[in-house]
């Protein structure tokens, strides 16, 4: 189900594999659209284009832009509404996150993972302090730990998910909770999943061994222990 493209190059790269990575080094913003729908056909697919240049354009279809779009992921409506929740000890009530939701819902609209009502309000929330405690407590484990019969996709697919830009930059596409708790408990490392890689990134790659040495990835070219295979 998963794209090929990755195979026209001399280069040896595993679609599925996991990096562990400085949630820090992730702070530019993917110009695709919204992946959440279509991972599994986009894991090793190699663009070129403009998709990885910031561009003033939705690129989150049926969501409220700037919940999750600004210069930086540290700049979005919900990394700043985390922070407070969970730094300033604020109430999720008094969040803009929480604030603009409630009255998009009372438009009409559904936000935020499907939110239709103040009761599901609360219920993300309540999810929300979960994760923060579990992490915090126990550090960052993998999505699927509890899932043994889980495989390589379902891995995959609940992963942070990243792009990688011409520059080899790494660029954020999905999995804003996660990442947005990761930077504010200051984690070491998160594992990664990678998604599209620019076509002139595979180039310089495939052609300049100076210039691979240099990209983000080849800092954490391990698996996470115990996810291998």
Not at 94 to 114: F, K, M, P, Y
Not at 190 to 196: E, K, Q, R
């Amino acid at each position: 189900m998963r794209t090929y493209d990755i195979e026209n190059y001399t280069e040896n790269i595993d679609p599925f594999q996991v990096f562990q990575v400085d949630p820090t080094e992730i702070s530019k913003l993917t110009g695709r659209e919204y992946p959440h729908l279509h991972r599994l056909k986009l894991i090793g697919s190699v663009r070129g284009g403009e998709w990885d240049q910031k561009q003033e354009r939705d690129i989150y279809p049926g969501y409220p832009y700037d919940f999750y779009n600004a210069e930086r992921f540290e700049e979005t409506v919900l990394y700043q509404s985390l922070q407070e929740r969970f730094i300033d000890e604020a109430p999720w009530k008094d969040t803009e996150l929480v604030q603009r939701a409630l009255e998009l819902i009372n438009q009409g609209h559904s936000v935020w993972h499907g939110c239709s009502s103040k009761t599901d309000v609360s219920e993300q929330c309540a999810k929300l302090d979960e994760l923060y405690r579990s992490i915090q407590e126990t550090g960052y484990r993998h999505p699927t730990d509890s899932k043994k019969s889980w495989g390589i996709i379902a891995r995959t697919l609940n992963q942070i998910v990243v792009d990688i830009g011409r520059d080899g930059d790494l660029l954020f596409a999905d999995g804003r909770h996660r990442l947005a708790i990761a930077k504010i408990l200051e984690l070491d490392t998160v594992p990664v999943v990678v998604l599209v890689r620019h076509r002139q990134y595979m180039d310089q790659i495939t052609s300049n061994n100076a210039f691979r040495d240099q990209t983000l990835l080849e800092q954490y070219n391990k698996q996470p222990e115990g996810y291998g295979g």
